[in-house]
């Protein structure tokens, strides 16, 4: 064990727990046989098995559910960063993406531009019956395609992530050649606030702006934390909003727990015309568990048996486990 480096003593951070979780991440993300094959085929199985929706607050709180559950099975933290888009994922599969089948190529393609919150995403598509119960049961186990980060394979994934700061050059490519071949499919795409930093992400917000890809939706997660530490301290996007209608987007601040008031802001979007659209969507990390909320360790931490149990209670409402 290397020892303690300098921001760790800073501000106070389990680094055993981090290293932990480095070495649990390259196992289970980067480790896989991939079978293609198979996965198409469970595409169309997929297919033939989707079903209709929860409403969007249901919704998000089986995904809260179905987050706890599987990150305690597999041991694997990025609870807190789940937790944190559980409405918006919802919304956006409830609601919003027209999705009847993950195989059609004039449906909605969503992105999620921050990889590593891959489960809330996982437990999106089995609710759509994308995924079986069992099959999202298999997350991060040897030989799944259910990896710790999204890869293409898995039905209704469309953009492999987890290198932070790319989702959005391909949802811009996306939405560009969906206008070109004249098909009204939307993109929608989910960022985080650390993806702020990175400048591949500025080119693409320029350049969509420029071209005025109004079929492009993008909701950013500021939840004010970036694994180790607060975006106040490391680089500061308080005031991003400013910076997306300076670029010429249609710009909206949202509370992203509030279903209900998204779901009308998204509603009254033009697609066919105009600019760009982006949600600044205020979030909390961790929500819903109190012990997690706004805690920079639950970016890595996997929960112990009693903190499952703790935050189990503190989400349960009238879940109740969907049958795929
Ligand atoms: C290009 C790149 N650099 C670094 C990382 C390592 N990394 C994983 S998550 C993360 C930041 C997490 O903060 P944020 O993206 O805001 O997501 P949150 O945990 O708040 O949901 C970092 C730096 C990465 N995945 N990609
Ligand atoms: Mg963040």
Redesign the pocket.
């Known amino acids: 064990m290397p020892s303690k480096p300098q921001f760790a003593v800073e501000r106070n951070i389990d680094y055993t727990a981090v290293i932990h979780h480095l070495g649990a991440l390259s196992k289970l993300s980067f480790g896989k046989p991939l079978d293609i094959e198979s996965n198409r085929k469970a595409a169309v199985t997929a297919t033939q098995r989707a079903k209709p929706a929860l409403n969007p607050e249901k919704f998000a709180n089986e995904i809260r559910r179905l987050v706890l559950v599987e990150s305690k099975r597999a041991g694997v933290g990025?609870i807190?960063?789940s937790l944190?888009?559980a409405e918006i994922v919802a919304l956006l599969y409830s609601s919003v993406l027209n999705i009847k089948s993950p195989d059609d190529p004039e449906r909605d393609r969503f992105i999620l531009s921050?990889?590593?919150?891959v489960l809330a995403l996982y437990a999106a598509l089995h609710l759509r019956g994308f995924l079986t119960r069992e099959e999202l049961g298999t997350f991060c186990d040897d030989g799944t395609s259910l990896c710790g980060h999204p890869e293409i394979e898995v039905p209704g994934v469309d953009f492999a992530t987890?290198?932070?700061?790319m989702g959005l050059s391909f949802a811009v490519g996306s939405a560009l050649a969906a206008r070109r071949t004249n098909s009204s499919r939307k993109v929608f795409v989910l960022v985080?606030?650390?993806?702020l930093n990175?400048g591949a992400l500025w080119e693409s917000v320029l350049f969509a702006g420029h071209h005025r890809l109004s079929n492009l939706v993008v909701f950013v997660?500021q939840?004010g934390?970036?694994?180790l530490g607060y975006?106040k301290d490391v680089l500061d996007t308080s005031s991003v909003e400013k910076k997306f209608c300076a670029f010429n987007w249609d710009t909206h601040v949202v509370d992203g727990h509030d279903s209900r008031a998204m779901l009308d802001a998204v509603g009254r979007l033009d697609y066919k015309s105009g600019a760009p659209h982006v949600f600044i969507a205020r979030t909390t990390?961790g929500k819903g568990v109190s012990y997690m909320e706004n805690q920079i360790q639950w970016?890595y931490l996997p929960m112990a048996d009693e903190q499952f149990k703790l935050a189990m209670k503190e989400i349960e409402t009238d879940a109740t486990e969907a049958q795929p």
């Open positions: 990025h807190g960063s944190s888009i921050k990889g590593h919150a987890g290198s932070l700061g985080s606030d650390a993806e990175e997660d939840n934390q970036q694994a975006t990390f970016h």
